[in-house]
Antibody
Framework: QVQLQESGPGLVKPSETLSLTCTVS????????WSWIRQPAGKGLEWIGR???????NYNPSLESRVTMSVDTSKNQFSLKLNSVTAADTAVYYC???????????????WGQGTLVTVSS | EIVLTQSPGTLSLSPGERATLSCRAS???????LAWIQQNPGQAPRLLIY???SRATGIPDRFSGSGSGTDFTLTISRLEPEDFAVYYC?????????FGQGTKVEIK
């Protein structure tokens, strides 16, 4: 069974950089796209972006200027950095796996439990 | 960007009743690349349906999806206590992938 676990600071100061890591267990990280998705309290889900194990990325245009994703296949982990954060970036952040490489498999079949990140001084 | 609008916002039903949830897209969702996701408080979201009508692994057959183009439906034939949750539709036909705002199914 594939499991994903987010980790990182729960509190980030405004204008600083939010950094999260997702550790994958139960399968190799290779040959899949891996995404970050967030959910502000009481609101819906927003896709942030995704990374393939080759390092190729796609980002949501709404966040593209502030987002960087990376992958470490040796540790079965991938990471998110979001810079210049404001209170509007306060949310539960989820990592998720895309079922496969082809377009027909671009749905999220496994999700992490999520981690709350609060932006506050 | 494809905008997904879900209705109703909240559905109040009793266990054993049938639930019908709607998802309408602002433009055609190519190849019916639409998924339904269940979210319970404090739990990881769970994939229910992909490709508009295919059940994910381990999902009971009381969950069914239908639709194409811009109109999609999730049906829960007989609500079980664990089905009271929030449901999101999500399109993966074009980037950025987008989600509906959710339908909450609550106990009446």
């Amino acid at each position: 069974q594939v499991q994903l676990q987010e980790s990182g600071p729960g509190l980030v100061k405004p204008s600083e950089t939010l950094s999260l890591t997702c550790t994958v267990s139960g399968d190799f990280i290779s040959y899949y796209y891996w995404s970050w998705i967030r959910q502000p309290a009481g609101k819906g889900l927003e896709w942030i972006g995704r990374i393939y194990t080759s390092g190729s990325t796609n980002y949501n245009p709404s966040l593209e200027s502030r987002v960087t994703m990376s992958v470490d296949t040796s540790k079965n982990q991938f990471s998110l950095k979001l810079n210049s954060v404001t209170a509007a970036d306060t949310a539960v952040y989820y990592c998720a796996r895309t079922a496969g490489y082809s377009g027909s498999l671009n749905y999220f079949d496994y999700w992490g439990q999520g981690t709350l990140v609060t932006v506050s001084s | 960007e494809i905008v997904l609008t879900q209705s109703p916002g909240t559905l109040s039903l009793s266990p054993g009743e049938r639930a019908t949830l709607s998802c309408r897209a602002s433009q055609r969702v190519g190849n019916s690349y639409l998924a339904w996701i269940q979210q319970n408080p404090g739990q990881a979201p769970r994939l229910l349906i992909y490709g508009a009508s295919s059940r994910a692994t381990g999902i009971p057959d009381r969950f069914s999806g239908s639709g194409s183009g811009t109109d999609f439906t999730l049906t829960i034939s007989r609500l079980e206590p664990e089905d009271f949750a929030v449901y999101y539709c999500q399109q993966y036909a074009g980037s950025p992938w987008t989600f509906g705002q959710g339908t909450k199914v609550e106990i009446k």
